[in-house]
T-cell receptor, first 111, second 113 residues
Framework: QKEVEQNSGPLSVPEGAIASLNCTYS??????FFWYRQYSGKSPELIMF????GDKEDGRFTAQLNKASQYVSLLIRDSQPSDSATYLC???????????FGTGTSLTVIP | SQTIHQWPATLVQPVGSPLSLECTVE??????LYWYRQAAGRGLQLLFY??????ISSEVPQNLSASRPQDRQFILSSKKLLLSDSGFYLC????????????FGDGTRLSIL
């Protein structure tokens, strides 16, 4: 079983819609959860992170964490064509040294 | 502010040649450092990570090695490259406490001919 699993997609949403990206993890010892955006041919860039149950909002992005169900999600409101990218979910264990990445979900926002 | 530099941006090497990729971090002390490889259309594969000078943990046995000669310098090497070593190599750093993210360099795209 993989540490972190994501639906590879592709996920397509129309411009202005809400894009919902999901991620599940296997280790209950995971403490921190991160979302990265990766444009084709570029390195991953951090969007936001969360470590407490509930929602965390940053502009058009909302991260949601449910530790009991072991999932974390990213909502993108008012999706724009520039949001088209691969979104990587990552988790960090209590030691803080290792990060485990999902394989990413490809998002396409259709104008 | 912290910055991470990785070079070269692209590299084309023949099979059997050596490799040296370098990564340096500025603006922080004693960072955790990481090397990842990403094959085309695939996820990130952790190759090595380091929590301090001279301390290297290898995640995948292969013909690659890593060294950390200085606090903020991380080097990825190979004596003889294989075709399967092609990919996008990413260096990353994080502070050595929980709940803090990794930050990535711009990456090196390595093509083996």
């Amino acid at each position: 079983q993989k540490e972190v699993e994501q639906n590879s997609g592709p996920l397509s949403v129309p411009e202005g819609a809400i894009a919902s990206l999901n991620c599940t993890y296997s280790d209950r010892g995971s403490q921190s959860f991160f979302w990265y955006r990766q444009y084709s041919g570029k390195s991953p860039e951090l969007i936001m992170f969360i470590y407490s149950n509930g929602d965390k909002e940053d502009g058009r992005f909302t991260a949601q964490l449910n530790k009991a169900s072991q999932y974390v999600s990213l909502l993108i409101r008012d999706s724009q064509p520039s949001d088209s990218a691969t979104y990587l979910c990552a988790v960090n264990h209590h030691t803080g040294n290792q990060f485990y990445f999902g394989t990413g979900t490809s998002l396409t926002v259709i104008p | 502010s912290q910055t991470i530099h990785q070079w070269p941006a692209t590299l084309v090497q023949p099979v059997g040649s050596p490799l040296s990729l370098e990564c340096t971090v500025e603006g922080t002390s004693n960072p955790n450092l990481y090397w990842y490889r990403q094959a085309a259309g695939r996820g990130l594969q952790l190759l090595f990570y380091s929590v301090g000078i001279g301390q290297i943990s290898s995640e995948v046995p292969q013909n690659l090695s890593a060294s950390r000669p200085q606090d903020r310098q991380f080097i990825l090497s190979s004596k003889k490259l294989l075709l399967s070593d092609s990919g996008f190599y990413l260096c990353a750093w994080s502070v050595a406490v929980t709940n803090q993210p990794q930050h990535f360099g711009d990456g090196t795209r390595l093509s083996i001919l």
